[in-house]
């Protein structure tokens, strides 16, 4: 089975911190994601990235970068941390960009920023 | 533009009974449609997706779907719960895999 791995569970961190939130993928998928998840506003789509270099706005990017260096490993950049972004953090990839199977999606990382 | 919703924001069903959460999407062409759980603590597992063909989708775990046109509708079911069950539970819309849009979640309480 595919596997995305989400580097941390747990993370505390202070305002104004630099944050790097890690995500690995196993089996060559193409796509990955970065959602963040809050209660009663659903996943919403932080950035996106199809290809190796290439990144793409979702619906909330606004203090966030991402960075994909590598096929694998797709990284969300939280450049100075506030008590907003306090939230659950999930990774996701999907195999093509036209196939239709869905996302699998890594654990999790709940941030929070004090 | 494309939404989901889910109207009920919390459901509690007592174990053995039947379940059906309700989903509602906007999309102007054929959509494709996912349903997603998530256990406590945990990440998102696809449970059944729905592309084209047969309107009623069996997935894992014992669920099922059915996709209505009509009623613009993508509502899960299972005939009989168990209290391994309890978790929340997203239904998703999109036009291709790259970008898919979450329901709220409906969050499922067994009782005993």
């Known amino acids: 089975d595919v596997k995305v791995t989400q580097s941390s569970r747990y993370l505390v961190k202070r305002t104004g911190e630099k944050v790097f939130l890690e995500c690995v993928q196993d089996m060559d998928h193409e796509n990955m994601f970065w959602y963040r998840q809050d209660p009663g506003l659903g996943l919403r789509l932080i950035y996106f990235s199809y290809d190796v270099k290439m990144k793409e706005k979702g619906d909330i990017p606004e203090g966030y970068s991402v960075s994909r260096e590598k096929k694998e490993r797709f990284s969300l950049i939280l450049e100075s941390a506030s008590t907003n972004q306090t939230s659950m953090y999930l990774c996701?990839?999907?195999?093509?960009?036209?196939?239709?199977?869905?996302?699998?999606f890594g654990s999790g990382t709940r941030l929070t920023v004090v | 533009a494309q939404s989901v919703t889910q109207p009920d924001i919390h459901i509690t069903v007592s174990e053995g009974a039947s379940l059906e959460l309700r989903c509602n999407y906007s999309?102007?062409?054929?959509?494709?449609l996912f349903w997603y759980v998530q256990s406590p603590g945990q990440g998102l597992q696809l449970l059944l997706k729905y592309f084209s063909g047969d309107t009623l989708v069996q997935g894992i775990k014992g669920f099922e779907a059915e996709f209505k046109r009509s009623q613009s509708s993508f509502n899960l079911r299972k005939p009989s719960v168990h209290w391994s069950d309890a978790a929340e539970y997203f239904c998703?819309?999109?036009?291709?895999?790259?970008?898919?849009?979450f329901g709220s979640g409906t969050r499922l309480s067994i009782r005993p």
């Open positions: 999309y102007g062409a054929t959509p494709y």
């Open positions: 998703a819309v999109g036009s291709s895999a790259s970008k898919i849009i």
């Open positions: 996701a990839s999907s195999y093509r960009r036209e196939d239709y199977y869905g996302y699998t």
